[in-house]
């Protein structure tokens, strides 16, 4: 299954870039599981996916908790908490 990521803020300048397609590997079937396969990447991944509780994601247009399955998302946003006034 491919996912299209899309990386904002913190998270984009760990890793590099902005966005990529992942096919992750059938064992990871929550927003969690992907944080841990991606941090396993080690680098600019580990460092961005260091801290998981500052870390927020959501699929398509809904936020997503980390048990939130995976399972049919096509694009998928990764990025650190937001806060507005």
């Known amino acids: ?7 904002f803020a913190r ?6 870039r902005s966005a990529e397609t992942v096919s992750p590997p059938p064992e990871v079937t929550t927003v969690a ?3 841990e396969w991606l941090a396993a990447r080690g680098g600019g991944y580990a460092e961005a996916f ?3 509780a500052r870390v927020r994601a959501a ?11 995976i399972a049919g998302a096509r694009e998928i ?9």
């Open 1 to 7: 299954m491919a996912i299209e990521l899309l990386y």
């Open 11 to 16: 998270v984009r300048e760990a890793i590099g």
């Open 33 to 35: 599981g992907l944080i």
């Open 50 to 52: 260091e801290d998981r």
């Open 59 to 69: 699929i398509g247009d809904a936020f997503a908790d980390p048990e939130t399955p």
């Open 77 to 85: 946003a990764l990025f650190p908490p937001v806060t507005g006034g």
